[in-house]
Nanobody, 122 residues
Framework: VQLQAYGGGLVQAGGSLRLSCAAS????????MGWFRQAPGKERDFVAA????????YYQDSIKGRFTISRDNAINTVYLQMNSLKPEDTAVYYC????????????????WGQGTQVTVSS
């Protein structure tokens, strides 16, 4: 599975962005998907995850109520809608895929996209 994350950019605090993760090489319909982020000098952190059907989602506490993960298996794409962005959301955002259930553990994911930069100015 090849993953391509895109949709990042520069936005002012309080603004919104929607990240997309497009897959090729194999259908995503049997994979759980996750979004992670890595700020400069910090470890990669869990953001959100979604089951293969979209019926189960998990979120990091700091982004609950602001970010929404969703997926469209028909077009092999996963989304991360980010609202009310804060400067502390600035990071490179990565999408990842794994078999079986969604997880907040990066080590459980088998495939990773290249990352897309999100910068939130104050």
């Amino acid at each position: 599975v090849q993953l391509q994350a895109y949709g990042g950019g520069l936005v002012q605090a309080g603004g919104s962005l929607r990240l997309s993760c497009a897959a090729s090489g194999r259908s995503l319909s049997s994979y759980s998907m996750g979004w992670f982020r890595q700020a400069p000098g910090k470890e990669r952190d869990f953001v959100a995850a979604i089951s293969w059907s979209g019926g189960t989602t998990y979120y990091q506490d700091s982004i609950k109520g602001r970010f929404t993960i969703s997926r469209d298996n028909a077009i092999n794409t996963v989304y991360l809608q980010m609202n009310s962005l804060k400067p502390e959301d600035t990071a490179v955002y990565y999408c990842a895929a794994k078999k079986f259930g969604p997880s907040d553990r990066s080590g459980e994911y088998d495939y990773w996209g290249q990352g897309t930069q999100v910068t939130v100015s104050s």
